[in-house]
């Protein structure tokens, strides 16, 4: 399984307002200039956001990675390949710079018990002919009351980064949710 993971948009709204009740989904608040390491327990990087992680430490390159897609590239056997957001400037790697697997970001909202809702994001999927990003990208999402889920997305184009979209329905089971 890759473990590259990009994410961009995360937004978790109910169906019939659409209210998006996530902060900071596009992880544009507080740009960077190139990218940023964070490590598990960090609050305050990624406004909105808490970086979860176990295996993830700074040593081995952090749990998440903010990316400016302006300027963060990396070299490959396929020349130098760039990750351009799904939109907007940034977007993150929840693997870190060392490849960890276990990285994360999680936010808690306030939800409605017994309201259903919708959890909406962008999964990312490098190249699979670069040699540091050899497969599908998958990524496993845990929210309050519901069973693991894990979403992959295999669309490969030549030196890009491809976005699949992917949505998460499910019925609130507490008054704060975390996802």
């Keep these: 399984m890759k473990v590259t993971l990009l994410l961009a948009a995360l937004c978790v709204g109910a169906p019939i307002c659409s209210a998006n009740l996530i902060t900071n989904g596009d992880f544009e608040t507080n740009p960077v200039a190139n990218f940023v390491v964070l490590n598990s327990g960090d609050t305050s990087s990624l406004p909105g956001w808490k970086v979860i992680g176990t295996a993830c430490i700074a040593s081995s390159g952090g749990c ?3 990316l400016n897609s302006s300027t963060y590239t990396e070299p490959s056997n ?3 390949i760039t990750f351009q957001a799904q939109s907007g400037n940034q977007s993150i790697d929840i693997t870190g710079g060392g490849n960890t697997v276990d990285g994360g970001v999680e936010q808690t909202v ?11 994001f962008f999964l ?3 190249d699979n002919a670069a040699s540091n990003y050899p497969n599908a990208s998958a990524a496993l999402v845990r929210i309050t ?6 979403f992959t997305n295999n669309l490969v184009t030549a030196n890009h980064l491809n976005w699949a979209p992917i949505t998460f329905t499910f019925t609130a089971t ?6």
């Design 174 to 179: 507490a008054a704060l949710t975390t996802c």
């Design 78 to 80: 396929i020349g130098t």
């Design 145 to 150: 009351g519901q069973a693991d889920q894990t």
């Design 124 to 126: 990312g999927n490098m």
């Design 110 to 120: 306030a939800t409605t018990i017994g309201t259903q809702y919708s959890l909406t």
């Design 64 to 66: 998440v990675l903010v």
